[in-house]
């Protein structure tokens, strides 16, 4: 009887030392990510701050708007990217399919509504050539981020 216990006993806390080491590993993995992100951000907003050469002023003025702007937008985006990956299910019919599109579809209209809306906040801070060089200054980043995820794979 003292050996089955031994034996639960250590199985026990060999199960406790995986579930201790999986739960570091996902840890350091989400830290790796997070602070991967958080180079990307900085990137982008060197990029950003480079291209439209801000004045101080501007930048007070600028950044709270944009990083509204890019929250908002982000949200548009994984709404998107929810409604392509999760209802991929075989078997639909003609009618989800098209409302999925119509779905698609309103969210880039909401998008387009979104940056006609916030163009006109960044005018109220940034000239309207600035705006320009933000929208290629994220063109290029994205065009940047891209080559380097292509390079990882």
Wanted: positive net charge.
């Amino acid at each position: 009887m003292k050996h089955t216990t031994i034996t639960h006993l250590h199985r026990n806390l060999l199960f406790a030392f995986v579930l201790i080491l999986a739960g570091l590993s996902a840890a350091n993995a989400q830290r790796r990510s997070e602070e991967e992100i958080k180079r990307i951000q900085d990137a982008k907003i060197a990029i950003i701050t480079n291209r439209l050469s801000l004045t101080p002023e501007q930048s007070t003025g600028f950044w709270p708007v944009y990083n509204e702007f890019s929250q908002k937008r982000r949200e548009i985006h994984r709404a998107q990217r929810k409604i392509v990956n999760d209802k991929k299910a075989e078997g639909k019919t003609d009618d989800q399919a098209l409302n999925n599109l119509k779905e698609v579809q309103d969210l880039r209209q909401k998008e387009l509504d979104l940056e006609k809306e916030y163009q006109n906040k960044f005018l109220k801070v940034i000239s309207a050539a600035q705006v320009i060089e933000l929208y290629k200054a994220e063109k290029t980043f994205n065009d940047m981020l891209l080559q380097r995820l292509k390079q990882k794979n």
